[in-house]
C-alpha cells in the first residue's frame, strides 16, 4: 500500500564544534597596534587553535566589529540594520576557537559541522596581523580536514569585503549570490552524501539492509536506533493529533520551518509496532529526522517520503495534570517512561561550573537552564512532600508502573566528595519509600561515583536496589578530554572503583554503567574508525562483566546546546554491531538488563536484544 503524504518540516542548524579545554592566551582586540608594512608571512607551525569560553566574548565581538564595520556600513545604510548584523553575528563560544599567533589570540574561527559540509561562520584576523598569511594557514587547516572527512567547505562574504579574493584564491567559487552576499563553496573531493547523517566513508545501510545482513537483530531494533540517532519530527495533523488527555505529556514541543516557532504539546515515548518504546526527540541535532504523520486516525512513521510502519506512542499517565498538595504541577515532579517514574531532585549540574561539562552533555543541563537555576529563577531542589504525593498518585494507576529512577545534576559538594549529592538522594528515596510496605521497592539510581562509605549508607538507610555511575566513555585518553568534570571528580579511576565497589553491596547484576557510543569518535581528538571504536566498547563491555557489572550502550545525539552540537554521527552499521558484541559479552556472563529493560528505560538496544531470550 501506498501512503500519501505532505512533505515533511524542515530541520534546524545545530551549531557546534568539537573543544578542549586550554589555558586563556593574552588578547588585543581593542589594543591600538600600528600593522607594520608587509609583514613577512609567519610560518604555519606558529599559528594556533585554541578553545574559546565565555571570557573570550568582548574580545571576540570588539575584534569583529573593528574588522567588519566598515564593510556592513557599506552594505546596509540604516544604523538599525548595521546593529541588526552585529547582534545577529555575536561570538558563540560553542562554535569558536581562538586563532593565536605564538600565544597571542589575534583573531577568531566559528564553524558549524555537519554530515555533508562544513560552514566557516566567521574568520577575523585583527588589522595588526592581516597580510601576514594567518587567515589562509587557518583557512588551509579547515580545508584539509574538510577533504579528510569527504565534505564540502561553505561560506558567505558580503560583495564589498575583499575578503572575497583571499577566498578565489584557496579555491573556493562562487555558487549563488543575493544583493549583498556571495556564498562560495569548495565542493566534496567526491560524493559524499552518506545518508542519515552518518559518517562520511562508513558506507551505511538502512534498518531494512542491515536486518537482512544481522538476521539476529530484528528490524524494530534496528529501526529504533535509527529513528533515536536521527531524531523525530511530527507534521502538524500529528501534533494535533496528540493535544488531547490520551497522549499530551505536557512537555513544550516547537514546529521549525512552519512560520512562526508555535509552542505546542509533545506525547511520551514512541512506541513500535511490536512494543518496542523509543526515547526520540525533535530537533535533538541529528541528521535528517524521521517524520511522524497522521493519516486515517493513525499515526504513521516516514522516512523523507517513504512509508516505513504504523506507530503510536505511549499514553499520558494519569497523574498527570494533577497538583501536589502545594499546589505543583505532578508531571514537573516525575516524568515518565513506557513502565517507569523518573524523578531528578536536583536540577543544576555542577560540572558546568567552569566548562568542566561532559562535552556531550545538553540533558536538562542546558546553558540556560543552568543560567536560571544559578540565579534563583528555577528551584534547584525539588521538595520532598512533593515528591511523596507524585509517587503515591501515580501508584494509583493499576499496572502501570514498576520502577522508581533518581537521576539529577552533579554535585561534588561536601566534607567528601559528593556527600551533598548522596544526601540529597538518601532523603528522596525515603520520601518515596514512604509509600511502599516492603523495605526494598524496585529502584535505580544513576548518580556519580561515591565511596564505599555513601554506597553503605544508600544501601542501608533507603529501598534503594541498583545504582548506576555511568563511565560514559571507557578510553582513559578520550575519557579525560570528554568527560573534564568527571576526570576531576574524583577521576576515571574512582568513577571505575565506585561500580566495583557497589557490586559487593548491591550484588552483581544490580549495579550499571553506561556509555555513549560513538561520542569517542567526536573530532577532533576521537578515534579515526568505528572499528577503533567498538574495540574500545567491547574491552570496557568485557571488564565491567568479569565483575558482575551491566555495560549498556546509548546512541549518541550530538544535542543542540552542546559542545558536540551538529558534529557527524557514526553509522547505524556501527550501532548494530555494538549491541549484538555487548550483549554476546553479558550474555556469556549471565548479566541481564533487568533495570533497563524496554519497559523501563527505552533507551538501549542491545538490552532489547535480551527481551527476545527472555521471552524464548
Not at 507524585?390 to 501508584?395: G, I, K, M, Q
Amino acid at each position: 500500500m501506498r501512503v500519501q503524504r505532505g512533505r515533511a518540516v524542515n530541520s534546524v542548524r545545530a551549531a557546534g564544534v568539537p573543544r578542549h579545554a586550554e589555558k586563556p592566551t593574552a588578547t588585543l582586540a581593542g589594543a591600538p597596534l600600528a600593522p607594520t608594512a608587509r609583514a613577512a608571512p609567519v610560518a604555519a607551525e606558529v599559528v594556533t587553535l585554541r578553545d574559546s569560553a565565555v571570557w573570550d566574548a568582548p574580545f571576540a565581538n570588539v575584534l569583529m566589529r573593528r574588522v567588519m564595520d566598515h564593510y556592513v556600513r557599506q552594505t546596509w545604510t540604516s544604523p538599525e540594520d548595521v546593529e541588526t548584523y552585529f547582534r545577529k553575528n555575536q561570538f558563540d563560544p560553542a562554535t569558536t576557537r581562538i586563532i593565536c599567533w605564538r600565544d597571542v589570540a589575534v583573531g577568531w574561527l566559528s564553524l558549524r559541522w555537519s554530515a555533508d559540509e562544513v560552514f566557516v561562520d566567521h574568520v577575523h584576523i585583527h588589522p595588526a596581523f592581516q597580510g601576514r598569511g594567518i587567515g589562509s594557514v587557518v583557512l588551509r587547516r579547515v580545508l584539509a580536514e574538510a577533504r579528510a572527512r569527504g565534505l564540502a567547505t561553505r561560506l558567505q562574504v558580503l560583495r564589498v569585503n575583499p575578503a572575497a579574493r583571499l577566498y578565489m584564491r584557496l579555491g573556493f567559487r562562487v555558487h549563488a549570490e543575493t544583493v549583498t552576499h556571495f556564498s562560495m563553496e569548495v565542493p566534496a573531493p567526491a560524493a559524499s552524501a552518506t545518508g542519515n547523517g552518518c559518517r562520511p566513508g562508513t558506507g551505511d545501510a538502512g534498518p531494512r539492509e542491515l536486518a537482512a545482513q544481522y538476521p539476529d537483530v530484528p528490524l524494530f531494533v534496528i529501526l529504533k536506533m535509527d529513528v533515536q540517532r536521527r531524531g523525530l519530527r511530527m507534521t502538524t495533523a500529528a501534533l494535533d493529533a496528540v493535544q488531547g488527555p490520551e497522549y499530551n505529556y505536557g512537555r513544550s514541543y516547537v514546529l521549525y520551518g512552519q512560520g512562526e516557532a508555535a509552542p505546542r504539546y509533545a506525547p511520551g515515548p514512541l512506541l513500535l509496532r511490536d512494543g518496542t518504546s523509543v526515547l526520540a526527540l525533535a530537533d535533538a541535532g541529528g541528521r535528517n529526522p524521521y517524520t511522524v504523520d497522521r493519516i486515517d486516525d493513525r499515526f504513521v512513521l516516514f522516512d523523507g517520503d517513504a512509508y516505513v510502519d504504523d506507530v503510536d506512542f505511549t499514553s499520558r499517565p494519569a497523574y498527570y495534570g494533577k497538583r501536589t498538595r502545594r499546589g505543583v504541577p505532578m508531571e514537573s515532579i516525575a516524568s515518565a517512561r513506557p513502565q517507569r517514574l523518573d524523578i531528578n531532585p536536583y536540577r543544576f549540574c555542577h560540572f558546568w561550573e567552569g566548562g568542566n561539562q561532559c562535552k556531550y552533555c545538553a540533558y536538562f543541563t542546558d546553558v540556560k537552564a543552568q543560567e536560571r537555576c544559578a540565579d534563583g529563577r528555577v528551584a534547584r531542589e525539588v521538595d520532598l512532600e512533593d515528591v511523596y504525593d507524585t509517587v503515591r498518585e501515580a501508584l494509583q494507576e493499576p499496572g502501570r508502573f514498576s520502577q522508581v529512577m533518581l537521576t539529577s545534576g552533579a554535585d561534588y559538594r561536601g566534607e567528601r566528595t559528593f556527600d551533598f549529592e548522596v544526601d540529597r538522594h538518601i532523603a528522596t528515596l525515603q520520601a518515596i519509600g514512604r509509600n511502599f510496605r516492603t523495605r526494598r521497592f524496585a529502584s535505580q539510581l544513576i548518580g556519580c561515583a561515591y565511596d564505599q562509605t555513601q554506597l553503605r549508607r544508600l544501601h542501608a538507610e533507603t529501598g534503594l536496589t541498583a545504582y548506576c555511575p555511568d563511565i560514559e566513555v571507557w578510553d582513559a585518553r578520550l575519557f579525560e578530554w570528554i568527560c573534564p568534570g568527571k576526570a576531576k571528580w574524583p577521576g576515571r579511576d574512582g568513577w571505575i572503583r565506585s561500580a566495583l565497589d557497589a557490586v559487593d553491596i548491591f550484588g552483581p547484576g544490580n549495579v550499571y554503567t553506561n556509555a555513549v557510543a560513538g561520542v569517542e569518535l567526536a573530532r577532533p581528538h576521537g578515534f579515526a574508525t568505528e572499528d577503533e571504536a567498538l574495540a574500545s566498547h567491547v574491552e570496557g563491555c568485557e571488564f565491567f562483566a568479569r565483575h558482575g557489572i551491566v555495560y549498556l550502550s546509548l546512541v549518541w545525539i550530538p544535542w543542540r546546546g552542546s559542545q558536540f552540537a551538529n558534529q557527524a554521527q557514526p553509522s547505524l552499521r556501527f550501532y548494530v554491531r555494538l549491541i549484538r558484541e555487548l550483549r554476546a559479552i553479558r550474555k556469556a556472563h549471565g548479566l541481564l538488563a533487568r533495570n533497563d529493560d524496554y519497559r523501563h528505560c527505552g533507551n538501549h538496544g542491545d538490552s532489547d536484544l535480551e527481551r527476545l531470550e527472555v521471552a524464548a
